[in-house]
Structure formats: C-alpha cells, structure tokens
C-alpha cells in the first residue's frame, strides 16, 4: 500500500512548485512575480514542517503506524522548499552579495531568525538517511533531530516579525505548531509520571522484600 | 418572395461598434447595478441616475501636462489596479480589485472643517472641478521596497486649501478615509485603527507636488487605487497617500497617523523616503521598481529634491 501510494505523494507534494513554475510560464504571478515566488515558497516550508511534525501525534492517537513511513520524505521536502526560499533570498533580492546578507543576517531579527531555523535543518537533512541513523544511534539521531523544534518555532517566528500590521497568518501557523509541540509535551509528562510511578512500585516492593 | 435587401436596415438602428464592443460590459454592469439595487432597496429610477453608477474607466476631458513629470517608464496598468495596499479591503494586496467592484464613490462629499473660516460639507465633484485637471507622473515608492510609476491625474491640494481660507492656527492639515464596514470589509478586522488618519505639515500641503488626485492614466480613479479622491505625495513612502478621502482637517496640533499608532517605532509622521533611514525590520537603501529584476538604488525623498528646505535644520533620523 504504501509502496504504492509514496510516489504519487511525492509528486503532489512537488504540486506547489510546478505550480509556481507554471504560473511563472504563464505570467501569472502577478505585479511582484519575486514577492509571489517568497512568500510562497515560505508557506510551504512551514506547512511541510507541521505536517512532519504531525506524524508521530497522528500515529500514536490513530495506532496508523505505516504513516511513519511518510515522515523523512515530508521533513525532505520542508528543506527542499527551504533551500527554494533561501536561493530566492541570496539571488533575487542580494544578488550573491554575500556581504551584504550577512548584515542583513546579523541585524535584521526577522532574517536572523529565519536563517537559523533554514541552517537548523542541514544537519537534519543531511543525516536523514538509514544509514546515517544506524551510525548515530537511534537515541543520539532522535536527540539531533528534536531540533526541527527549534527550526519550526524560529520559521513562525521569522513570519511573524516580517509581517506589517496582519499577523493572523502567522498566529495560524502558531496555533498548529503550539498544539503539536503541545502534544508532546503532554505526552513525556505522562511517560514520566508513569515511570515514577512504576519506579516507586519496585522500590515499594524491595523494602517489602528486604523487610 | 421577400428577401430584405441590406439597405432595408436604416444606419441609425446599427450598433455603434464601440457600444457592440462594450456589451459584455454594459450588460454585466446592469446586471451588477440590479443586484446592487436589490440588496439595498432602491427604485428603479436610481438606477438609471447616472451618478449613482461607478465611473471608473471614464475619460477625463481637458488633462494638462505638468513639468513635475518624469518621464521613467510608467508602470503597466494592469499592475497599478490589480497590486494594492489598501487595507480597508484586505491586507493580501491582490484582493482590494475585486472586493472593491461595487465601492460607491457616488454620492460622496467631504466635510472641510477645523480651524477654517467656513466649515462646509463639500460634494465630491464639485472639488474635482475647482481647478483644471494635470497630469502628474510620479514615481510612486511604497514602505515595504517596491516602486512604481504612475501618471496621476489631479491638480495641487493648494488649490483647494485657498478656497478652504484656513485661520492662522492651522498648523497641520488631517486626512480621513471613509469608514464603512458593509462597503469595505477589511475594517471588520482590527488589523489597524479604524478610520484610517494622515496628515501633512501645512507647508507639505502646500507644496505645488502634493497632489489631490481623482484619476490615473488619463481615467477616473479606480476604486482600488483609492476613488474617489485621494492624496499623493511623491516624496513620502505610498502609506502617506490616503486613498478615499470623506474629511479634510485643519488642526493646530500634529495629527497622529494611523500606521504611527500601529507601530510608533516604525512609521513616523514625516515618513519621507530616506535611503539612509532603514525600516527597523528591513532595509530601505534599495527598492524594486515593479516589472524590474534587479534592485535600485532609493533616491532621498524618492528623487524629489524641490522638497529638501522643507526639512532644513531637522533630524531627519529622528523625525523619521
């Protein structure tokens, strides 16, 4: 099923850009045909993270485990449309003046922002492979790879401080992530509880013994 | 048997091509005004009223050319009317186009009072004719870093700041946008202070640049480029520009302007295009002229030196 289905996921999931690409063609990107190629390719940086990041709370509620076989090509495609984003930045509004994004890089906090989160994700992508997992260590790889957190929070964050007056979009994306972090939260809550719970139980039942 | 021959058809009952032309328009503006007409209620008779029906795309007769004209390349059309901030509509500025088709800009008056020697509620086109109408090509550079050229058509808001015979008091002359929530369904969201307030120094109003415009490119104003009367001043960044203005006000203190109150830290008063002055947020060194790849350089006061003894002796940093 799954095997089946993957590649017509990732062709839909190519859809945002050839639909850009299209619309380019076309001439139908409007006044600003940059601002358009921007701001699109940045919404979808940040929809396919929360998609990533819906995965395993998705899983866990639904017991749907084959859907972690999704989450590395989603998680792909939020780089891919980021390394998108930031190509648009360096070349179209610095053409490659590389001197000049690292001042707006160090004194714009929007564009501060969003670079971390952009550079948070390379050692992600980069180590997204089995092999790399096998290398790490399936507990050092998922301690490395909470940092989409990180990157998630700083890509929200970077809308919000670019937006002038409007900022219901970005509280959107807000709203979606604080709920998925959320989960998570709630959930190692409840996992610690019940292994001190379980810890007090055994300690319980040795001073029964030694008594 | 009866063939008609083609001179059976008199010449007066034949189309005029250009109306044959039009019907698309003709019809679905009848079909719009129906509608229009329905939803509020009125008689029929209103709707045959010419007044009562939008004008924009109509010629204005009697354009003069102006020397404060640049002649850089005039920005398509279809970008100006289709690429607007205009938030009492949206703040997706693709939007304002189509949610402003069935603006009424008919009737409309604006109130002129303050410190005046004669307050008085004026109808719109009564002051689009006090002065023969020019057109001003101006280069037009909004906050945000992008620029546009457009040949306005209005005349100096001097003219019509003499016929208001403002008191000595008045120091600062305050601008208001219609506010009106069923017609303009942004201002349903708090996303700024409702009505939209700007305002202009007494010397600024005066200055023979800011112009008081009812058109553009030789046709009455659009309604999503601010109809039926707005403000444009050249040197300052677009947000100054007022678009659909219902009250003009003269006051004896400086008015505080809606995007100030938005961000104070952002937006000053005087908002004059400074390149050396950046945004907090991004820089405004350079600008992107709409339908250009490459980024220019941002001019002082977009190029309008004429305005810089305005300034003189003033902090520009700090009255930003």
Redesign the interface.
């Given at each position: 099923m799954v095997r089946w289905f993957k590649p017509f996921v990732f062709l839909a999931c190519l859809g945002p850009l050839a639909r850009l690409g299209w619309k380019a063609y076309m001439g139908r990107l409007?006044?600003?045909p940059?601002?358009v190629i921007t701001h699109s390719t940045g919404d979808w940086i940040l929809i396919f993270l929360l998609v990533t990041l819906s995965i395993t709370p998705l899983r866990k509620l639904t017991g749907q485990l084959w859907l972690i076989r999704y989450r590395r090509m989603f998680g792909l495609f939020a780089f891919f449309y980021a390394v998108l984003h930031f190509i648009t930045y360096i070349w179209?509004?610095k053409?490659f003046d590389l001197h000049e994004m690292w001042a707006?890089v160090s004194k714009?906090?929007?564009i501060t922002v969003g670079f971390t989160g952009f550079v948070l994700l390379i050692p992600l992508a980069l180590t997204s492979t089995t092999g790399w997992i096998r290398r790490l260590g399936g507990k050092r790889w998922q301690a490395l790879h909470r940092l989409i957190y990180v990157s998630a929070i700083a890509g929200v964050i970077h809308y919000w401080?670019?937006v002038?007056?409007?900022v219901?979009k970005p509280q959107q994306y807000a709203f979606v992530l604080s709920v998925l972090l959320g989960y998570r939260v709630v959930a190692w809550l409840v996992r610690r509880n019940r292994e001190r719970k379980a810890a007090s139980v055994l300690a319980d039942r040795a001073e029964v013994a030694e008594g | 048997m009866l063939i008609k021959k083609a001179d059976d058809i008199p010449s007066s009952e034949i189309t005029p091509k250009s109306l044959y032309l039009n019907r698309r328009k003709f019809l679905t503006g009848t079909a719009a005004a129906g509608v229009a007409a329905v939803a509020a209620g009125v008689g029929l008779h209103e709707i045959a009223s010419p007044s009562s029906v939008a004008q924009a795309d109509a010629k204005i007769d009697g354009i003069q050319k102006s020397p404060f004209s640049t002649t850089e390349v005039i920005t398509p059309y279809k970008d100006v009317t289709n690429y607007n901030n205009y938030y009492e509509f949206s703040t997706d500025k693709y939007e304002p186009a189509g949610l402003a088709k069935n603006f009424k800009t008919r009737p409309w008056t604006v109130t002129i009072d303050g410190q005046v020697k004669k307050k008085q509620v004026l109808d719109v086109d009564t002051i689009i004719k006090m002065a023969a109408p020019e057109e001003r090509i101006y280069r037009h550079r909004c906050v945000e870093g992008w620029s546009i050229v457009v040949p306005w058509v209005g005349f100096s808001l001097s003219e019509l700041i003499k016929r208001a015979d403002p008191l000595p008091k008045a120091k600062f002359v305050e601008f208001t946008t219609l506010f009106d929530m069923r017609q303009m369904p942004g201002q349903r969201s708090h996303v700024l202070e409702w009505p939209y307030v700007e305002g202009l120094r007494m010397d600024e109003a005066m200055h023979p640049l800011t112009l008081l415009c009812f058109g553009m490119y030789g046709e009455v104003l659009p309604n999503q480029d601010g109809a039926p009367l707005r403000m444009v001043i050249p040197w300052k960044y677009g947000f100054k520009s007022i678009k659909g203005i219902v009250r003009i006000r003269f006051v004896d203190s400086q008015p505080d302007n809606t995007w100030h109150i938005s961000a104070p830290s952002e937006y000053g008063f005087y908002s004059n295009v400074n390149p050396h002055v950046d945004h907090p947020r991004w820089s405004q060194a350079t600008e992107r002229r709409l339908g250009e790849f490459r980024k220019r350089p941002t001019l002082m006061f977009n190029g309008y030196d004429q305005v810089a003894s305005l300034y003189s002796g003033m902090d520009l940093k700090k009255n930003f």
């Open positions: 409007g006044a600003n940059i601002e179209l509004d053409f707006d714009r906090r929007f401080w670019l002038k007056a409007d219901s | -």
